[in-house]
């Protein structure tokens, strides 16, 4: 009778699948490429509990100190090593870029100097003057209010993105909310009144406001909060990696992440968009771009179009978890768009119109 011990064919096959993949990777080690960047953090984790020992004769031939070895030399996730070169896209750090200034067709004394990625997409967008948020000391010094920001009597946009997120994740248990970016929008008293809602915080880049708890985002600490909400805030990172960082940061590892942004679809006409002609907008972001960033950081991201916001608007969701990403999907199979302010101007239309 053989000495060979018995496992079941699954643990067989699994071990047969990690001898194979270090092969792949090697093969793509030699080809300079960076494996690590298709593979994540699977094979890493295979790689050191996987014990040969255990498995048939069939599959003894690889060490298992060869495995743990070639898993230690695949590079760390995160961001390109390093800051980029002059002139290269700030998110892929690819030199493929190209530099030029862009006149908006409606309006041509709207002027923008860009820098549009050829590999990733992203565009870099040159705001000549400093941040004029980040020296504002009272609301009267932040841009004026609009329909899309909450007050004390209608709720906005950050209020409807919240509710969304909470009717996502759908938990008996109280969560808390932090409104990344509120600048002058009251949402996060309206948001405080939802039902299973701890506390609401809001952080930013200044505090104009002490309506409530302020996390502030130049040092936000080890604060973690299950839902996040950042409406119109991401087009406005001068360094996306480190703010993407910060903010990504935020999030626990079963919470949720909604941005609201306009998201091109790979080659922006420029001249003809005028997202980008915004005070202080300085990323636009492609497909590609968003989730390069968010697979580096170890989320995963989903986009979602909006009621009434426009063909490029998107909502983009992060999250950590699997389980938390199958929830959106189940929670769009029910809802075809995102609720914004659009949606709540037509329920109050409709609820007008009922009572007349």
């Known amino acids: 009778m053989s000495d060979t011990p018995r496992v079941d064919r699954a643990s067989a096959r699994a071990h047969l699948w990690l001898r194979r993949s270090v092969h792949f990777l090697d093969r793509w080690r030699k080809r300079g490429r960076r494996p690590r960047?298709?593979?994540?953090?699977?094979?890493?984790?295979?790689a050191t509990r996987v014990d040969p020992g255990v498995l048939p004769a069939a599959f003894a031939s690889l060490d298992p100190v060869v495995v743990r070895a070639a898993a230690a030399a695949l590079p760390v996730p995160g961001p390109p090593p390093g800051r980029p070169p002059d002139g290269a896209c700030l998110v892929c750090h690819s030199p493929r870029v190209s530099r030029r200034e862009v006149q908006y067709t409606a309006n041509p004394g709207l002027r923008k100097t860009v820098n549009s990625c050829a590999r990733c997409g992203f565009v870099g967008i040159d705001e000549i003057r400093p941040s004029h948020y980040r020296a504002a000391t009272s609301l009267d010094q932040l841009p004026r209010p609009n329909r899309r920001m909450g007050t004390e009597e209608r709720p906005g946009r950050e209020f409807q993105m919240a509710r969304m997120?909470?009717?996502i994740l759908d938990r008996k248990s109280e969560q808390n909310v932090l409104v990344y970016g509120a600048g002058r929008s009251l949402d996060n008293l309206h948001i405080q009144r939802l039902p299973r809602v701890g506390t609401v915080s809001i952080a930013d880049i200044m505090q104009v406001r002490d309506d409530a708890p302020f996390v502030d985002v130049n040092d936000p600490g080890k604060q973690r909060f299950p839902v996040v909400v950042a409406s119109e805030v991401i087009e406005h990172f001068?360094?996306?990696?480190?703010?993407?960082?910060?903010l990504l940061g935020l999030v626990t590892r079963q919470g949720l992440l909604v941005c609201g942004t306009n998201i091109h679809g790979g080659r922006p006409n420029l001249e003809r968009d005028r997202y980008i002609y915004y005070p202080d907008h300085t990323s636009y972001y492609s497909v590609a771009s968003i989730r390069r960033i968010a697979t580096a950081m170890g989320f995963y991201v989903d986009f979602r179009l909006p009621d009434g916001l426009g063909r490029r608007k998107r909502y983009v969701l992060f999250t950590r978890s699997p389980a938390v990403l199958g929830?959106?999907?189940?929670?769009f199979g029910r809802v075809p768009l995102g609720p914004s302010e659009a949606t709540f101007a037509r329920q109050q239309e409709r609820a007008t119109q009922a009572a007349d």
């Open 165 to 167: 997120a909470l009717q």
């Open 327 to 331: 929830r959106v999907a189940d929670y």
């Open 238 to 246: 001068r360094d996306p990696w480190s703010d993407f960082a910060t």
């Open 37 to 46: 960047r298709l593979f994540g953090n699977v094979l890493v984790r295979v």
